[in-house]
């Protein structure tokens, strides 16, 4: 975001709701009816008519339009709370300013959420997408825009959010919490005991089984949606922190 809006007051007011569902067992109704909850569906059988119905009942947790790194990407509803969300180290690195404040947000185990939506609201402005363009409105009515298209479950997303690279584009997928298969650090902004700075551990990521089955569901959403993307976006970046974190050359 420009300097205008990075001087924003951290007076945050979103917080990440992540919903749990819980699968009811199978029951049987004093009409007759047995239903019998799976994973993917329900079956609902009817004693007295032998009838047997099949409905989808499938309902998927995302926790945010997710770039590959899985611990990092934005909230976009509502669009009014637009927010910057990442996996944090704990509270602490997450509503402190010890290392920097563009980091800080609301903690929400395991997530810290930064609302820029509430930001400019706290000053008198807004938040719109339109027109495939993501914007920031304040009090007087000047505008700091970004490409943004969304299709289902991806979004293609112009540059930064702080500002700058307006020349890249980077793709998130609305995603389910991963959850690794072993030990090693994914989470941002991470620090160890000497305040030295703790990296994420992408060889372990990468090469974890569990992360290899989350990133192929993923990419099967984007593949079904990838006919969508913006004229725009002509070289998309999958996994805009981890390149925004490499060395440059």
Known sequence: ???????????????????????????????????????????TINQNENITSVENTTSVDYVGFMDNSSVYGFIADPIENFSRVYQAQNENNCTSTE??????GVWGDPWCVIDYGAMAASEGGSTTHENGELCFVDAAGESYCRN??????????????????????SVYIQSELFVPSSSYN??????????????????????????????????????????NAPEWCSDPIMGWYHWATQPVP
């Open 1 to 43: 975001m420009n300097q205008k809006r990075k001087c924003m007051s951290q007076r945050l007011t979103a917080i990440l709701m992540i919903s749990l569902v819980i699968a009811l067992p199978g029951c049987i109704s004093d009409d007759g009816i047995i239903e019998q909850t799976n994973n993917d569906e329900t079956e």
């Open 99 to 104: 290392y920097g404040d563009d980091w800080t």
């Open 148 to 169: 943004m298209t969304i299709s289902n479950r991806v979004m293609w997303f112009q540059g930064d959010i702080l500002g700058g690279q307006e020349d890249k584009c």
């Open 186 to 227: 994914i989470t941002l902004n991470a620090y160890d005991e000497n305040g030295d700075f703790i990296p994420v551990d992408w060889n372990n990521l990468f090469n974890d089984p569990a992360y290899q089955s989350w990133e192929s569901e993923r990419m099967n959403a984007y593949n079904a949606e990838s006919a």
